[in-house]
């Protein structure tokens, strides 16, 4: 399998794996999870042994059951040797004070990450949403806590504006708290907008980048043509996220992406994959193969370099703009 790369998370000192894996598929639910306790564990074993020391899930994740699955694939590894990250927003529960980025929210659902993750600590905790009806004050300086008392190591950042991202930066400045090491943006081929948005934040402000959904929800995988249902068990037959990538200008993308792949003997994944690595900006994509070979395939992208015009050919359909089409 091919030799791992790692990089620094943004201005930080911490070594990353230049691939995350991503852990969401790992629970039960939706069809096109993995809904295969044993097979998830192996598969997280099997990245770790692979040499992907960056693990990414969150409390909503299956209700809790991602979590309990990295934790079973991590107990048998050297726990200093992960990077393993959590988030926390979305609603665990019914009432009031389930939801959020409350200091009460924060701190009880840390504590509850913990237990099903069977770690002492997290690496990285993330805001999985900006929070309006939460002054960031509050967020911030119960975040600052849990890096004071050595819960947490670094904290982070996922889905906002530019603004609301800049106005957390600064008053984490201004009055000491604890200041976000990394973002979480959606980031892709087909969805460029953070180009407009989130991203030059970034880049200013020395802030890592993670980004999500790397395919575009299987997208740029090539699984799907123009003019062909998807077939059934295929993300997009039931999933409307996939199916909203299904636009001229993206097919257009996609064209691109195949032609390349043919020429570099490589599959549409991987030049989709090693067309973000070539962004400067970004530090570690996170991938969710839900299969061995999905796993190698995504791996292998490491090993193709994008020249200068491979690289304008896929991003010439499209300009990046914020806020993205349907997503205002």
């Excluded at 070539?278 to 395939?297: M, N, Q």
Aim: aromatic residues 8%.
């Amino acid at each position: 399998m091919t030799d791992m790369e790692y990089t620094k998370l943004g201005s930080t000192g911490l070594d990353v794996s230049r691939f995350c894996l991503g852990c969401m598929n790992f629970g039960s639910g939706a069809e096109w999870m993995m809904n295969d306790r044993e097979a998830s564990v192996d598969l997280i074993r099997e990245a770790i042994d692979a040499g992907v020391n960056f693990l990414d899930t969150a409390n909503v994740y299956s209700r809790g059951e991602s979590e309990e699955i990295v934790g079973d694939a991590i107990a048998e590894y050297d726990r200093d040797e992960l990077v393993i990250a959590s988030k926390v927003f979305g609603r665990m529960g019914d009432g009031p004070n389930r939801q959020g980025l409350s200091r009460k929210h924060i701190l009880d659902q840390v504590e509850a990450s913990l237990d099903r993750l069977g770690v002492d600590y997290l690496d990285l905790y993330q805001i999985h949403r900006w929070d309006e009806e939460t002054d960031i004050e509050e967020t911030l300086s119960a975040l600052s806590h849990l890096v004071e008392t050595g819960k947490v190591r670094y904290i982070g950042a996922s889905t906002m504006t530019s603004y609301q991202f800049t106005k957390a930066l600064y008053t984490s400045d201004v009055a000491d708290y604890e200041r976000f090491a990394c973002m979480q943006p959606e980031y892709n081929a087909v969805d460029r907008h953070e180009e407009a948005n989130l991203l030059p934040v970034c880049a200013g402000e020395g802030v890592g980048v993670i980004p999500w959904s790397p395919l575009a929800g299987g997208f740029l995988t090539g699984k799907y043509d123009r003019d062909e249902d998807p077939e059934e068990g295929l993300r997009a037959s039931g999933d409307q996220y996939t199916r909203n990538r299904f636009t001229e200008e993206n097919w257009a993308v996609l064209d691109e992406i195949r032609s390349i792949a043919e020429a570099e003997d490589a599959s549409p994944a991987q030049v989709s994959l090693a067309w973000l690595l070539s962004k400067e900006v970004v530090d570690a994509p996170i991938v969710g193969p839900r299969s061995t070979e999905h796993l190698r395939e995504n791996l292998s992208a490491l090993e193709l370099s994008l020249d200068d015009d491979q690289v304008e050919r896929i991003e010439a359909p499209k300009t990046p703009r914020w806020p993205a089409p349907g997503k205002d």
